[in-house]
């Protein structure tokens, strides 16, 4: 399809973008941090374009195959790390966030099918669609998270350990880290509250009921929990720093345990049409 060159320009500007903000981390200069930014935008621009005239031309929600998934996946974690660049304005955190969507990109490229598979009609449900996007979206802001998980254990590493290097004076404070991690997650968990509670009004609908025994079902579930636990613990318990950093990180191996792992082995609606 000639669309899947708006796919393959996307990928590049993000490598590009990437390219930039390693060289603003190591060099600390304006200029890389901004060419990061006009190349991040513009990969935005080339894969939105690509995602609606893939819209247009199967005529549904392009995230219910494995190549659709990985890209529609991709296209929401660079939409929530935009957000936060332009609010925060903490270019060297696209170092520890874009190789995840770079990754689902090359994979979801080198997969490309030629022709959309064929749904089965239970898939056409109109709260499928409400489902996968509320789904995607949190995971998205989750994954932005578990980058900024990653900034805060390595910088607290070279501030305990006292191996302070360039890399220390480029990130922001633990403070920030520590906040702008749980405030991803604050807006990421009631989009995945409301995504597993669509989930749950399509299943009845399709089969009259909500399975418990679905593998996806209750790994999805274990996930809402780890972040729940986040949650309560920053509210009620006081937690902060390394302690709650390793627990929203263990919540994110159950994410990709569960959209990756699951559903390539699984059988049925949780599937991926590969």
Same mark, same amino acid.
């Given at each position: 399809?000639?669309?899947?060159?708006?796919?393959?320009?996307?990928?590049?500007?993000?490598?590009?973008?990437?390219?930039?903000?390693?060289?603003?981390?190591?060099?600390?200069?304006?200029?890389?941090?901004?060419?990061?930014?006009?190349?991040?935008?513009?990969?935005?621009?080339?894969?939105?374009?690509?995602?609606?005239?893939?819209?247009?031309?199967?005529?549904?929600?392009?995230?219910?195959?494995?190549?659709?998934?990985?890209?529609?996946?991709?296209?929401?974690?660079?939409?929530?790390?935009?957000?936060?660049?332009?609010?925060?304005?903490?270019?060297?955190?696209?170092?520890?966030?874009?190789?995840?969507?770079?990754?689902?990109?090359?994979? %979801?490229?080198?997969?490309?099918?030629?022709?959309?598979?064929?749904?089965?009609?239970?898939?056409?449900?109109?709260?499928?669609?409400?489902?996968?996007?509320?789904?995607?979206? %949190?995971?998205?802001?989750?994954?932005?998270?578990?980058?900024?998980?990653?900034?805060?254990?390595?910088?607290?590493?070279?501030?305990?350990?006292?191996?302070?290097?360039?890399?220390?004076?480029?990130?922001?404070?633990?403070?920030?880290?520590?906040?702008?991690?749980?405030?991803?997650?604050?807006?990421?968990?009631?989009?995945?509250?409301?995504?597993?509670?669509?989930?749950?009004?399509?299943?009845?609908?399709?089969?009259?009921?909500?399975?418990?025994?679905?593998?996806?079902?209750?790994?999805?579930?274990?996930?809402?929990?780890?972040?729940?636990?986040?949650?309560?613990?920053?509210?009620?318990?006081?937690?902060?720093?390394?302690?709650?950093?390793?627990?929203?990180?263990?919540?994110?191996?159950?994410?990709?345990?569960?959209?990756?792992?699951? %559903?390539?082995?699984?059988?049925?609606?949780?599937?991926?049409?590969?």
């Amino acid at each position: 399809m000639d669309s899947i060159i708006l796919l393959q320009l996307a990928f590049a500007l993000y490598c590009a973008s990437l390219v930039f903000y390693l060289a603003f981390l190591g060099l600390r200069r304006s200029g890389w941090g901004q060419a990061a930014f006009y190349s991040l935008g513009g990969g935005f621009a080339a894969h939105l374009i690509f995602l609606l005239v893939r819209l247009y031309l199967i005529g549904r929600f392009p995230s219910l195959d494995l190549f659709g998934s990985l890209s529609f996946f991709a296209f929401t974690v660079v939409l929530w790390y935009f957000a936060v660049e332009l609010k925060y304005r903490l270019q060297v955190l696209g170092v520890f966030v874009l190789p995840l969507p770079l990754l689902m990109l090359s994979a %979801s490229l080198s997969g490309a099918p030629e022709q959309p598979p064929n749904l089965d009609p239970v898939l056409q449900s109109a709260w499928l669609p409400v489902h996968t996007a509320l789904i995607f979206l %949190s995971y998205a802001g989750l994954t932005v998270a578990f980058g900024v998980g990653l900034a805060y254990l390595l910088q607290e590493w070279q501030i305990r350990t006292k191996r302070v290097s360039a890399l220390c004076y480029s990130l922001p404070s633990l403070d920030e880290l520590d906040f702008l991690g749980y405030r991803l997650i604050a807006l990421a968990y009631p989009l995945l509250t409301l995504g597993i509670l669509a989930g749950m009004v399509w299943a009845r609908q399709a089969q009259g009921s909500f399975r418990l025994d679905d593998p996806k079902i209750l790994s999805t579930l274990l996930m809402w929990f780890f972040y729940s636990c986040y949650l309560l613990a920053r509210f009620f318990g006081g937690w902060r720093g390394r302690k709650v950093t390793y627990l929203s990180l263990a919540g994110y191996l159950v994410l990709l345990f569960t959209f990756l792992g699951i %559903s390539l082995i699984l059988k049925g609606w949780h599937a991926f049409i590969l």
